[in-house]
């Protein structure tokens, strides 16, 4: 038991070593300027690890756009639970608040780089949309089902509220992520964003 228990931990530690050196190669040299001799001697393994774990280099660059995706995924819902709990934000607050937040990181991170740019271009539009279902859909289709509960926003049916908003904003994250100019971008598309969103609000009197 106690061998296979480190064998076990050595091909955790091999995969997450791969991932690492992999992410920080990607966002410092892109998709293309990275060889896959580069990772594995980042990562201090032998090339025969590097396609044990991972099918092709294609392979590993979507386990590390998925990586990226999750963790900033767990990093906005942190924030904005810590937010609730300090501030007592409603719904409507937390809404508002975490789609800035997430257009924020769509400019001058390795979420940019990996995600938004490279992304779509090694592996299709798909991949990205395929990465808002998992991550963002279920999270906007809950703050919206609150706000409505909450009389905050009109009540519209809230699983296709939750796709269009999700289509918004997942195209506002392309459009940053790829401009010449991602911080105008980003303010430009901010603005856009949210004065839609406040278009869900109840009429005054209603």
């Known amino acids: 038991m106690a061998v296979n228990s480190r064998r076990a931990e050595h091909v955790q530690d091999t995969r997450a070593a791969l991932l690492e050196a992999a992410r920080e190669l990607f966002a410092e040299k892109g998709y293309a300027g990275t060889g896959t001799e580069e990772i594995v ?62 257009l924020d990181a769509c400019t001058g991170s390795d979420f940019q780089r990996i995600v938004l740019i490279d992304g779509p271009a090694v592996l299709g539009s798909g991949a990205w949309s395929d990465l808002v279902e998992q991550h963002g859909l279920g999270l906007l289709r809950t703050w919206l089902q609150q706000a409505i509960d909450n009389h905050q926003i009109d009540p519209l049916p809230a699983d296709p509220l939750a796709r269009l908003l999700a289509a918004l904003i997942a195209e506002a994250s392309l459009y940053i992520g790829q401009a010449p100019e991602p911080g105008r971008a980003r303010t430009e598309a901010g603005a856009i964003v949210d004065r839609i969103l406040t278009g869900l609000r109840p009429e005054p009197g209603r």
Do not use: N
């Not at 392979?59 to 609730?84: D, K, P, T, W, Y």
């Open 41 to 102: 001697a980042r990562a201090r393994v032998t090339r025969g690890a590097l396609y044990h774990h991972f099918r092709d280099k294609p392979g590993l660059f979507r386990a590390v756009m998925e990586a990226v995706a999750a963790e900033l995924a767990q990093r906005l819902i942190a924030r904005q639970l810590s937010r609730a709990t300090a501030e007592a934000a409603g719904p409507w607050d937390q809404l508002r608040e975490g789609v800035q937040a997430f």
